[in-house]
């Protein structure tokens, strides 16, 4: 595969001349998944859009680089939580959107054989409004998937689904997305606990890094130091609130 | 109960609404004939009816088309160059003030007695609705869609084709019902202005000559038509916005 990068990122950003977070340094690793923690509105959907280059309300001042010294946007794929399938298209078509987005012939078989790791091929001719919630996440990361992008930047993708989907979703995007350089914005202790190889708490003075077991992910989800963490997590978070 | 038993029950009931406003006014038949001899002027003039149907509805389709076309390019121009829409939105509004109905005469000056100005008299009052319903679409795209469309590396115009236009097509559907309920307006106006076939034209005719069920008859045949039209484009129109669940 492509070289997964790490990604740092350092500066502050401001809405309107009024602070919203930082300065910040932090790192999101080569190859690994970084998930990202913090209260609501403290910024971390626009650390997203930052690293993919897109528009936001207000002013980064400081510097998104890669190790290896390469833009990174263009490396970058993107799950939002909602699963944006186009309702107009079949599961088929949706896969291989980004292709016929940039006016190329798209590859079939492999869009084929990622719909078949996704566990959606005896749905290849339905359209998203035929497919649960959970099918249409697993469609959206065969999507993401389909990108073949070496940074994958997810934003909340499980928070709609119900526990049991989410954790066969997590399972999922742990397997398919491993070796690549993934940051997943999470509200969910559990959720960051189980899949992170680190764990960065946001706040409007900084970004800070949490203590993970020392076990590698994914953890399961009975594994009693992860569960200790992912206590000791929510604990601060409550009193961070 | 079928699903026309509403429909047919409303119908009967206007007809006994009517009925009685005649036996109620005791009005003479050259101010307001009874149903049964607006009934027999359109079955004696049915053939005469349905010639001057034709005309209008020659008028009403191609208007309707041109109309619909103009007014789709148009909105995905402003959609694409939003410079252009800062420009232009405010002077279409303002042609909007115009009333169309006034213009008339000066249509018929410039294209004529025949369907010509007729269609351009349709085309004016369904371009700002259609053109203004989808451009409105195009403008409300889901911004998450756009962006993740923007981290796919997609073309303004792939953009354009495959999320804007799609996205939009629900709204450029209410524009069209709503210009197949305009367009036949606009071409009984410019037949009544100066014209010599047309329903509005016989409608006319038909007063004039104090032939008032005829004149009932050829106005029902009118709104019988744009409820026709109305049927045939919001056919045409959901079938544009099908996201039904296979394909």
């Known amino acids: 595969m492509i070289y997964a990068p790490t990604i740092t990122l350092q500066g502050r950003y401001d809405v309107d001349d009024h602070r919203l977070f930082g300065p910040i340094d932090m790192s999101i690793s080569a190859g690994q998944w970084t998930c990202l923690l913090g209260r609501s509105g403290v910024g971390k959907s626009t650390i997203l859009r930052l690293i993919l280059g897109l528009e936001t309300a207000g002013d980064f001042i400081g510097e998104i680089v890669a190790d290896d010294g390469q833009p990174i946007a263009k490396r970058a794929s993107y799950m939002a939580q909602s699963d944006l399938l186009l309702p107009w298209l079949n599961l088929h078509e949706n896969v291989v959107i980004g292709s016929r987005l940039r006016g190329a012939e798209p590859d079939f078989d492999q869009a084929n054989a990622l719909i078949d790791r996704v566990g959606l091929s005896d749905h290849i001719k339905k359209k998203p409004g035929a497919l649960s919630g959970g099918m249409r996440q697993r469609a959206a990361l065969a999507r993401t998937l389909m990108e073949n992008r070496p940074i994958v930047l997810l934003d909340e993708p499980f928070s709609a689904l119900d526990a049991g989907t989410r954790a066969d979703m997590q399972d999922l995007a742990a397997e398919l997305l491993a070796g690549r350089t993934v940051l997943l914005v999470t509200h969910d202790p559990a959720e960051a606990c189980r899949l992170g190889h680190q764990i960065t708490l946001l706040s409007e003075d900084g970004a800070n890094a949490w203590d993970l077991p020392n076990t590698m992910p994914i953890r399961q989800p009975d594994d009693p130091e992860m569960l200790r963490s992912q206590a000791s997590l929510l604990a601060h978070l409550r009193v961070g609130a | ?203 006319l005719l038909a007063n004039g000559r104090a032939k008032i069920d005829l004149m009932f008859a050829t106005l029902i045949v009118l709104a019988l038509l744009t409820l026709l039209f109305h049927k045939v484009v919001s056919m045409l129109a959901n079938r544009l916005t099908d996201t039904s669940v296979t394909s």
């Open chain 2, 1 to 203: 109960m079928n699903r026309l038993t509403y429909p047919f029950c409303a119908t009967l009931l206007g007809l006994c609404l009517w009925q009685a406003l005649v036996w109620v006014t005791d009005a003479p038949h050259f101010i307001l004939p009874a149903p049964w001899r607006v009934a027999k002027a359109a079955f004696e003039s049915r053939a005469l009816i349905a010639e001057h149907a034709v005309v209008t509805g020659t008028e009403v389709i191609l208007g309707l088309i041109i109309g619909a076309s103009l007014g789709a390019i148009t909105a995905i121009q402003l959609a694409a160059f939003p410079r252009l829409a800062r420009l232009t939105l405010p002077l279409l509004v303002f042609t909007q003030a115009v009333p169309v109905f006034a213009l008339a005469p000066i249509l018929t000056l410039w294209f004529g007695y025949g369907i010509g100005s007729k269609i351009v008299m349709a085309v004016l009052i369904i371009y700002f609705p259609v053109t203004s319903a989808f451009y409105d679409g195009l403008s409300r795209v889901t911004p998450a869609l756009l962006d993740l469309a923007k981290t796919m590396g997609a073309s303004k115009t792939q953009m354009m084709l495959r999320i804007k236009i799609p996205s939009a097509l629900p709204s450029l559907a209410s524009g069209l019902k709503l210009a197949a309920v305009y367009a036949p307006i606009g071409a009984v106006i410019g037949e009544w202005v100066g014209a010599s076939r047309g329903l509005g034209y016989l409608m």
